[in-house]
């Protein structure tokens, strides 16, 4: 579900920070308007906070260093589907130079860097955030997010800004809408085949293809 907070009677120019909790914890940190959480294109996801009641707060810094906060709480439903847990943990996968070449027909001009090729990792978090580490020497550090929803349906998102520790870009420059893929687990091996996504050619050249688990361990295998 989307959550945006609407910041009234106080110029843009003013406001500093928008802070997103949940639970007094920071999940989302916005510096642009529109101020929403995760980034634009992305959501909210219930089911990775755990069934029950949480509570969800806005607090607003301005320049001049007042603060504008509310809350409301909001109960998480047990059915709320969350990450599977046979998917999380670490993943590698090797885009090759037919992968990216597969994708050019359809390259934005704005995005004209291809997807370097080599081995990458995607750390699949519970959080619904996929930490991706390309095969540069510098090996950047970049997040975004994924919906793993019933079907063995995929869907992911866009870059998360502001993320501690990461570097800011992604796949495709500025914000894009989402690919759509199908999943499948067999062992160790992760299976995700596109539906759609001409949206960004480098997130297509990237998720489509096999991804073994780094560091194997028992899970029973399912197919969604």
């Not at 642009?32 to 294109?41: D, I, M, N, Q, S």
């Not at 090759?96 to 001009?109: E, G, K, L, S, Y």
């Not at 860097?113 to 990458?120: C, D, H, R, S, V």
Request: proline content about 8%; charged content about 15%.
């Amino acid at each position: 579900m989307p959550w945006q907070a609407q910041v009234t009677g106080i110029a843009g120019r003013d406001v500093a920070a928008v802070r997103f909790l949940i639970d007094g914890k920071l999940r989302f940190l916005a510096r642009l308007a529109p101020y929403v959480f995760a980034g634009r294109g992305n959501l909210l996801l219930p089911g990775t906070l755990g069934p029950g009641t949480h509570i969800f707060a806005v607090d607003v810094a301005l320049a001049d260093g007042r603060h504008l906060a509310t809350a409301a709480a909001a109960v998480v439903s047990p059915a709320a589907a969350g990450v599977p847990a046979q998917v999380l943990g670490l993943w590698t996968r090797t885009v090759t130079a037919a992968d990216v070449a597969r994708t050019q027909n359809f390259r934005d001009p704005a995005d004209p860097i291809p997807l370097p090729a080599g081995t990458w990792q995607v750390r699949i978090g519970a959080d619904g955030v996929a930490r991706y580490t390309d095969p540069t020497p510098a090996h950047d550090l970049t997040v975004g997010q994924v919906r793993f929803e019933p079907g063995g349906r995929l869907v992911v998102g866009n870059q998360i800004p502001n993320f501690p520790h990461a570097s800011e870009g992604g796949f495709c420059g500025g914000t894009t809408g989402d690919g759509t893929y199908h999943w499948s687990l067999h062992g160790n091996s992760l299976a995700i085949r596109v539906v759609s996504d001409r949206q960004c050619a480098n997130r297509d050249s990237f998720w489509n293809g096999t991804f073994t688990r780094s560091s194997p361990r028992s899970h029973p295998q399912a197919t969604p």
